[in-house]
């Protein structure tokens, strides 16, 4: 088969390397890719939120499949335009992934179907959202409504710091339209686990627990970032919570969906709290999280590919998928002063070294003309192991990760630490 993954960053380079593996896969294409998915992928300088182009060149090129892994061109409806050209295409249509686009509709679900998820309001005007917050207090949640890169969330300890993120959304336009409508919500306490599901509309199936770390320093310290590091499985996720998860969450989510009208194919990303009064949604995602992907894939121990076209084909349920014992863990090497400004285009040393007892995925890198590759964004690269517990996994991520260096490199020291 021939096989395009839309994306650019370290999730698409682990999705990538993952489909090389499968026997199914004769060639494998990634647009527009990075200095790490061209070692495993022809790269297409096309845009991953060029739909038009994007569909037109995988018909041209007579694609067999296509994988679009980024928020954005499953709500630009990327998987619709693609199926409408005859083309299987793996993620939701544009109206299912408005779970992800939009946080006011999937809050109006989950309150719909009795999803427990925090209580919450939506606004669409500034001074009635200022007031809510003062009559609510702190701590509390402010969300833009629609995508932001992961950064649209600030669970402010304040009123001020509360009212200030709903100006910068509403009034600043810090997200542009996405900070349009504002979700306020109460502030949950309780441990973080993401769980992302495998779904072809019909069936799901969860795969192993995992955690993120998105604040940009140690002891969750700075600002928000698209992550910093991830490991699976998480230690706080029992299998007592998993089945009451399963029946009080995940299967009401796709019947939800199904009944609206917006029967879900992909990967649901479920953020769960677990709350003192049992877990609830944090938030929905349309696609395989950044970086829990690396890991996951890391400890998947069943083709991919497999799974891609039984989601599509919505026969998931005759899929035996498997996973390794042990656990993973996924290291982000950043550009420092990343997620605010930051400079690129530093060469990287150490990648074959540290290649010896990691996965290094690449997220913000280039190959220059004379092959060297240099930094090209604000996280560069995720350094992944496997070992046989969490603290084998993290030992060995963070000693490869020591064999590379580049200009203002950083990196928290306390991943995986729960």
């Known amino acids: 088969m021939k096989v395009l ?173 996405s900070g349009s409508t504002v979700v306020i919500e109460e502030c949950m306490t309780g441990p973080e686990v993401t769980v992302l599901a495998f779904c072809d509309g019909e069936h799901l199936v969860p795969m192993l627990s995992s955690q993120d770390h998105k604040r940009a320093y140690d002891d969750n310290q700075g600002p928000n970032t698209g992550g910093m590091g991830a490991f699976c499985p998480s230690p706080n996720y029992t299998p007592e919570l998993a089945a009451i998860c399963e029946e009080q969450i995940f299967k009401p989510t796709v019947a939800a969906l199904k009944a609206e009208g917006r029967p879900f194919q992909g990967v649901i990303y479920f953020g769960l709290m677990l709350t003192p009064k049992g877990p609830k949604v944090v938030e929905y995602n349309a696609r395989f999280g950044d970086p829990e992907t690396q890991p996951l894939l890391s400890m998947l121990d069943t083709d991919l590919m497999e799974i891609f076209e039984a989601c599509v084909n919505g026969t998931l349920d005759q899929v035996d998928i498997r996973w390794k014992e042990g656990a993973a863990c996924c290291i982000v090497l950043a550009s420092g002063g990343y997620p605010l400004s930051y400079q690129s285009g530093y060469p990287i040393s150490g990648l074959e070294e540290a290649s010896k007892t990691a996965t290094v995925f690449h997220a913000g890198t280039k190959q220059t003309e004379s092959g060297d590759i240099v930094t090209a964004g604000g996280r560069v690269l995720g350094v992944t192991a496997v070992g046989n517990s969490l603290n084998d996994a993290i030992e060995r991520a963070y000693g490869a990760s020591k064999c590379i260096s580049f200009t203002d490199m950083h990196m928290r020291t306390d991943i995986g630490k729960v």
């Open 5 to 177: 993954v839309v994306g650019g960053g370290g999730r698409e380079h682990a999705i990538c390397w993952k489909l090389s593996q499968s026997p199914k896969v004769t060639e494998l294409y990634c647009a527009p890719g990075n200095g790490g998915i061209a070692q495993v992928a022809t790269c297409v300088p096309i845009k991953a939120t060029d739909v038009t182009e994007m569909v037109a060149w995988a018909k041209e090129n007579k694609m067999d499949f296509v994988m679009v892994a980024p928020d954005d061109p499953l709500a630009l409806g990327m998987v619709d335009q693609l199926q409408e050209a005859g083309i299987p295409a793996f993620g939701p249509r544009a109206n299912a992934a408005i779970i992800e686009a939009s946080k006011a509709f999937s809050k109006e679900l989950m309150k719909k179907y009795h999803i427990p998820t925090a209580q919450y309001e939506t606004f669409t005007e500034m001074d009635k959202a200022l007031a809510y917050i003062d009559q609510q207090g702190a701590p509390i949640v402010v969300k833009a409504d629609g995508l932001a890169l992961g950064k649209g969330v600030v669970v402010a300890s304040t009123v001020e710091e509360a009212k200030t993120a709903v100006r910068e959304m509403m009034q600043d336009q810090k997200f542009g339209k």
